[in-house]
């Protein structure tokens, strides 16, 4: 009788750490720590769902935005800086006409869609996998001509002897308690 409880005592243990860790493990290539920040971020300003309409209707603007979260890693003087903010224009174009570097678009049962920005390998200790998923880039890289001044809040955080510190927030001009 013991042995029974003490194999299924073993087997509940087992089953329990492998569903805790393939949260992370089996569906992404991010490191927990950065994934969970990026989750905080997109439960606090989730994709607005696309308006359904009668035919008649005239779609409003927000349907034709293109949602996709961003992950950046750079230097500022001798700090690691991640920041982690949402773009209604697919994946932006900084560089005006020149292609931007974009080190992976990432997305699994629990993170939505979100591109990564990491030329300098920067971040290279919380993710795992670089990837080079081309046609997913090419579905989210539109023409960024397009003039919408929707900036959501963009969340800052520095890279302390292997720990993200939150750093600040660059406040946006769209709050994630407001509506379109």
């Excluded at 690691?80 to 005006?96: A, C, F, K, Q």
């Amino acid at each position: 009788m013991r042995k029974i409880i003490l194999l299924f005592t073993i087997i509940i243990f087992s089953c329990n750490n492998s569903t805790n860790s393939s949260k992370t493990d089996k569906y992404s290539q991010i490191d927990y720590e950065l994934y969970n920040k990026i989750l905080e971020y997109q439960k606090k300003y989730p994709i607005p769902k696309k308006i359904k309409l009668n035919k008649n209707e005239i779609p409003p603007v927000e349907n034709s935005f293109l949602y996709i979260y961003e992950v950046t890693f750079t230097k500022k003087d001798l700090d690691t800086i991640v920041s982690i903010s949402m773009s209604p224009v697919g994946i932006r174009n900084y560089n005006g006409n020149l292609p931007i570097q974009v080190n992976g678009i990432y997305k699994d049962k629990y993170l939505n869609v979100t591109y990564v920005r990491d030329p300098l390998k920067l971040g290279k200790k919380y993710i795992k996998k670089y990837l080079t998923n081309k046609s997913e880039i090419k579905k989210f890289n539109i023409n960024n001509d397009m003039n919408i001044d929707l900036i959501y809040d963009e969340f800052l955080y520095r890279l302390n002897n292997g720990k993200l510190d939150f750093y600040k927030i660059n406040i946006g001009n769209y709050s994630a308690k407001s509506s379109l």
